[in-house]
């Protein structure tokens, strides 16, 4: 029989953690192919951060190392400074890592132009720690520490990450993608692959943020989850290219 699909080489032989709907997992299978496509998995370093994705060194089929709570950019940063300049170096992070605790070393990683590739997972909420209300919770969104909802004139305003990022002259590529649906899943593989084979070919900083699902700390099912990131998610973070400096090096 003709095989029309199989597990990428990219992704460990291991049992999901995640929540059942939580698309971690589908994210992880986008990086999977996308370093077995671009045949760099025995020459690729990922970051683990810490949140929901702490565990994704077990999942990840390439060398991996764990990073206290904000400081992948600054790991990945030592990592990719002393190995061979065909090493690929990547961190994978959530909204609670990247944009609270590790503000401070993203933006600086940025305006460095490291040369490193960051897969953002955004799904607004700190998800591993109880569902607390994060940066990128939306206005309105009820939390474990916001149970009327997200108060902008209390909370301000949720931090358009990718925006940000892209003002700094010194970041090579930038795209806000989604999972909320197979079209949007088979953008978000483009936008991946794009990231990385930029940084194979030598550009600076890159970075792919994903907007993700969370039902447990939600309170909906997975389905009402995709929903939620269509009709909500996306009209605050538009999807699309915010940065791309094509083949300047």
Request: proline share 4%; charged share 20%; hydrophobic share 35%.
């Amino acid at each position: 029989m003709k095989v029309v699909f199989q597990k990428t080489s990219g992704l460990q032989d291991k049992e999901t953690h995640y929540c059942p709907g939580c698309t971690h997992g589908i994210i992880h299978r986008l990086v999977g192919e996308t370093l077995e496509e671009l045949d760099v998995l025995e020459d690729t370093i990922g970051v683990a951060s810490v949140g929901c994705s702490v565990l994704s060194y077990e999942y990840f089929n390439c060398d991996m190392t764990q990073a206290a709570h904000g400081r992948a950019p600054a790991v990945a940063t030592g990592v990719k400074r002393v190995l061979p300049k065909n090493r690929i170096v990547f961190t994978y992070q959530g909204d609670g890592d990247l944009a609270s605790i590790g503000m401070g070393e993203i933006i600086h990683a940025a305006a460095r132009g490291e040369h490193i590739t960051v897969i953002f997972v955004n799904n607004a909420t700190y998800g591993m720690t109880g569902g607390q209300m994060a940066p990128t919770t939306l206005v309105g969104q009820k939390t474990s520490t916001t149970p009327k909802g997200r108060d902008e004139s209390v909370q301000g305003a949720p931090i358009r990450v990718s925006e940000m990022l892209a003002t700094l002259d010194s970041v090579h590529y930038i795209e806000r993608v989604s999972t909320h649906d197979v079209a949007n899943i088979i953008k978000a593989k483009k936008a991946i692959k794009k990231a990385f084979s930029y940084q194979k070919e030598g550009a600076g900083f890159t970075f792919v943020e994903v907007l993700s699902t969370c039902p447990t700390n939600w309170g909906l099912d997975p389905e009402e989850s995709l929903k939620y990131v269509k009709d909500k998610m996306v009209a605050y973070y538009p999807l699309g290219v915010l940065k791309d400096r094509g083949g300047d090096n």
